[in-house]
């Protein structure tokens, strides 16, 4: 009896034997379940809210749920929106009233991979999370902004988890290598590309560690080569509504970005042929001719719209042929993240400066308190200017001038690079000759 209970113990996957046993372990995330962060805190005070938990596959999603048990006295239940449906919801549902009329106790419902629930049943959730006899925490890999109901959504926080990066890789390696009792037999260059392969996957690398471990023999250290031989030995199958899905698609991601045609187009082949919804691979292919693409080429994203709705006219197999298009193009264009990354630093310096309002020179002023205010005084009509341009700040009063887009010398965005230089020069010069006049 013993001897069997030790083997079904040895046999445990080392993923689930590393599953952190509390938040301060969770590999990546202090961002959000640290002691000062909003996940956190909220724990740590015991005061649940409803939440979801977005984030790429393997980043800590299900464990940091998990864990949640554990600092809260909410009676703990958890379904998956993969093998659950309306009667399981209905239970579970049935529980928590019960559980609360008759204990006075509430209900902290985990659903994992949330997004897979549809529109009627995700309404289904409202009243229940409304009047507080469930606290819902929902995961998933999905935007929540596209996949989850806007009444759910407002009723829910929604914390974002990193997909994680080369030193969390080299944590949970650490923690490997500490549980198996010996080093990862693998070179430095070896063990730089299993993170690189892992693609912000946790569990990715540690399946991979383990697979690493049961392979080597006799002292063997494994080279890049060797490794590639284990990567390719325990390809799985494709889901596309599991790991299989998320792999291919960052492959496909991958080679657009390095402007790799033909690798590109043999993921999305994969992918096609494997069965996945070719409406998910152009709303893909799209966001990419928006974020890596962008303006170093503007009809990239003209191009993606107009093979998407091919694709809707045609549908399968001729429509396939405008995905294919719609890759290489993408594939084969210059690429800038320039509009993506200025995107994020206005987000950012926005949260901090919000509260500032426009200049009121270039604000309407409809009314007769409004011009007595100063609105609308003193603004100039750029196209009347010289050159067209008046070089008048657009920046709240008191704020200095924050540059945020730098366009790449690449593509359509090269012309737009000397566009964006000319008017900065000759907005110093107008600055200069208006400072003058002044004085």
């Not at 949260?351 to 409004?370: H, V």
Request: hydrophobic share 35%; charged share 30%; net charge neutral.
């Amino acid at each position: 009896m013993e001897e069997t209970l030790f083997s079904s113990q040895i046999k445990r996957p080392l993923a689930d034997r590393l599953r952190p046993q509390s938040l301060e372990e969770v590999v990546g995330q202090n961002h959000i379940v640290g002691d000062d962060a909003p996940l956190g805190r909220m724990i740590k005070s015991g005061k649940i809210t409803s939440f979801i938990l977005w984030g790429p596959p393997g980043c800590g999603k299900t464990t940091i749920a998990r864990l949640i048990a554990e600092y809260t006295n909410l009676y703990f239940e958890q379904i998956s929106a993969v093998f659950s449906g309306v009667a399981d919801l209905k239970r579970v549902f049935s529980y928590a009233q019960e559980r609360c009329a008759t204990q006075g106790k509430g209900t902290l419902l985990f659903v994992d991979e949330i997004h897979r629930f549809n529109k009627s049943q995700q309404d289904g959730f409202l009243p229940y999370v409304e009047d507080g006899t469930i606290i819902l925490v929902g995961a998933t890999t999905e935007n929540p902004s596209f996949e989850l109901n806007a009444a759910l959504l407002s009723r829910c926080q929604v914390f974002v988890l990193n997909r994680l990066n080369a030193d969390d890789f080299e944590e949970l390696l650490k923690r490997a290598e500490k549980e198996m009792g010996k080093k990862l037999p693998v070179d430095d260059e070896a063990r730089d590309f299993m993170k690189e392969t892992a693609d912000g996957d946790g569990r990715y690398i540690l399946n991979l560690a383990e697979n690493v471990w049961n392979y080597a023999q006799n002292g063997e250290v494994f080279d890049k080569e060797n490794l590639l031989k284990v990567i390719r030995s325990r390809a799985p199958v494709y889901d596309k509504g599991r790991d299989g899905h998320y792999n291919l698609i960052s492959a496909v991601h991958k080679s657009l970005r390095g402007s790799d045609v033909d690798a590109a187009l043999y993921w999305v082949g994969r992918m096609i042929t494997a069965g996945e919804d070719p409406k998910y691979i152009l709303r893909r292919l799209t966001r990419f001719a928006v974020e890596d693409v962008s303006l170093a080429e503007p009809n990239a994203v003209t191009q993606a719209i107009a093979c998407w709705e091919t694709y809707e006219r045609l549908g399968s197999p001729e429509g396939d042929l405008a995905i294919m298009q719609l890759t290489a193009y993408l594939a084969t264009a210059p690429k800038s993240a320039a509009v993506y990354k200025a995107m994020h630093e206005a987000f950012a310096l926005a949260k901090k400066t919000g509260s500032l309002m426009p200049p009121k020179n270039i604000l309407n002023a409809p009314t007769k308190l409004m011009r007595d205010l100063g609105y609308h005084e003193g603004y100039e009509y750029d196209p009347d200017c010289e050159d067209g341009f008046s070089g008048a700040n657009y920046f709240p009063d008191g704020m200095r001038r924050v540059k945020l887009y730098h366009p790449v010398d690449r593509g359509f965005e090269r012309e737009i690079k000397k566009r964006v230089e000319y008017f900065d020069k000759l907005r110093i010069e107008k600055q200069k000759k208006r400072t003058l006049e002044n004085k």
